[in-house]
């Protein structure tokens, strides 16, 4: 079956730089639109960013500019790049993988934790 396990996350002070890392398998990964996802305590789920098959990326107007997802299927790996971290960036962040037809897949989820 499919799993998606992320990994990265952890405690960073404010201005610092996280990378996640989710590894998915039982999927034909380039298939897949894959998305960062994140939910802070008390507040619904929320889109961070996505990357369609083709490699088009698409973010959350939170993070654009600070954030970068990518893909590579040949490791069918998706990362977030997370740099000029802030306070109200700490929440649990899930990876998200969605193809027509399914009803898409979620991780366990990372904790990012940015305070000093």
């Known amino acids: 079956q499919v799993q998606l396990v992320e990994s990265g996350g952890g405690l960073v002070q404010p201005g610092g730089s996280l990378r996640l890392s989710c590894a998915a398998s039982g999927m034909l990964f380039r298939n897949y639109v894959m998305g960062w996802y994140r939910q802070a305590p008390g507040k619904q789920r929320e889109l961070v960013a996505t990357?369609?098959?083709?490699?088009?990326?698409n973010y959350a107007s939170s993070v654009k500019g600070r954030f970068t997802i990518s893909r590579d299927n040949a490791e069918n790996t998706v990362y977030l790049q997370m740099n000029s971290l802030k306070p109200e960036d700490t929440a649990v962040y899930y990876c998200n993988a969605w193809a027509p037809g399914t009803d898409g897949h979620w991780g366990q989820g990372t904790q990012v934790t940015v305070s000093s």
């Open positions: 990357v369609t098959r083709g490699g088009i990326s």
